[in-house]
């Protein structure tokens, strides 16, 4: 039987130096896995409270989307979007019902820097301009396009791009010079920010401009950085009297997860012109894809269609991952769980000087570390929650600019016993370090 450290040498051995495992030297590996929990090669038991970077949504091997991914597998698996499939044309019409975009159309992509690049590609042809905002702290993708918009240096792997990018001040609170001003003031002064960059660039001129505003409700990658409710509404103000398109990249805060809300955009007053969405809809299987008003969708004249989105096994996942998302009321679970998770962990680490910021919303929980009693960050404290969790049974995530956010992400029908779980041993994990 192969172990755990023989597939580690052998990934290293096939795929890219820049492809790293998450635990570096010491990777785990997923052999199966059942609800909320995972195994690995050597059957050691795991709580998954990051599900493949918030991908498995609602636990593994669940009986609705197994059967579903099952019945679709003996029909058939793929036609793409050439064909016509009850399937893929019910997902479409599910999503658009639920997305609050008025006269809205769905593109189905394979994943999330595809929906995001999509995205792009009818917001600058809709505007006919190359010029885009995106907000600092961002990730969006891997793709060349999506790579323009991403402003973590850590993950940027080119410079290079056709797209004319500017990145203004955003939700990440913590590092921001406007970080000491409340909800209100600190909104307003991102705000005063985005209309001087677009006054102080051609941007700003009549007939001319941005094409669109891309951003994240809830930064995903940049450490769950959470800005003030309304945040973005008041910014939609300012990019509305320009005409310039505000495109909402869901693919982590779809989905109910923050729990007071189904998309993260529904916290800030405002109906994007388009979102994208991906991860959690799947529940494990690759599906993604962008929702837009009619308009903005249809400014493609050419013939064009998608090899893999929308395919019939991955609509099925994806129609039986959301019924059991609504049927269930996970967005209501997501807020429970997510409110029960704090309540129990915050007192327990609200003295720990290393620990600068516990963020996020709903079932989006993340720990940033830092030099005791200062901001200068500490990736390497983060690394030793991660692994520390880990030796205990708790799968967390890493992230943030820097590296020194714990990004904790459960499933959406995560129970009270396994949020009592994740909760003793971060705590004796943030013990253990002192």
Known sequence: ??????????????????????????????????????????????????????????????????????????KVMHSSTLYLNEEMVALAEEIAAVSGIPDARVFFTASGSEANDTALLLATSYRRSNQVLAMRNSYHGRSFTTQAITSHSSWRSSSISGLDVTFVQGGYRLRSPFRDLDDDAYTQACCDDLEQILDMTSAGGAGSGVACLIAEPIQGVGGFATPPDGFFGQMHKILEGRDILFISDEVQTG????????????????????????????????????????????????????????????????????????????????????????RRLDPLIAD???????????????????????????????????????????????????????????????????????????????????
């Not at 172990?3 to 890219?16: D, I």
């Open 352 to 434: 720990v000087a290393w620990i600068a910021e516990v963020r996020g919303r709903g079932l989006m929980i993340a720990i940033e570390t830092v030099q005791d009693d200062s901001l200068h960050p500490d990736p390497a404290k983060a690394v030793a929650v991660a692994d520390g969790c880990k030796e205990r049974g708790l799968l967390v995530g890493k992230g943030g600019l820097y590296g020194n956010v714990v990004r904790i992400a459960p499933m959406l029908n995560v129970s009270e016993s396994e949020i009592d779980e994740a909760v003793d041993i971060i705590a004796a994990t943030v013990a253990a370090i002192g």
């Open 255 to 342: 989905w109910g997860r923050t729990g007071e809300h189904f998309w993260g955009y529904q916290a800030h007053g405002v109906t994007p012109d388009m979102l994208t969405f991906a991860k959690g809809v799947g529940n494990g299987v690759g599906l993604a894809g962008v929702v837009a008003r009619a308009e903005v969708m249809d400014t493609i004249k050419v013939t064009s269609f998608s090899t893999f989105g929308g395919n019939p096994l991955a609509a099925a996942a994806g129609r039986a991952t959301l019924k059991h998302v609504l049927d269930h009321d996970l967005q209501g679970n997501a807020l429970r769980m997510g409110e029960r998770f704090r």
């Open 1 to 74: 039987m192969t172990s755990t450290a023989e597939l580690a040498q052998r990934y290293r051995a096939v795929f890219p130096s820049w492809l790293g495992p998450l635990h570096g030297e010491n990777p785990i590996s997923i052999d199966h896995g059942d609800g909320g929990y995972v195994w690995d090669l050597e059957g050691n038991r795991y709580l998954d409270f990051f599900g493949g970077v918030l991908t498995t949504m609602i636990g593994h091997n669940q009986p609705d989307v197994t059967a579903a991914v099952q019945a679709q597998a003996a």
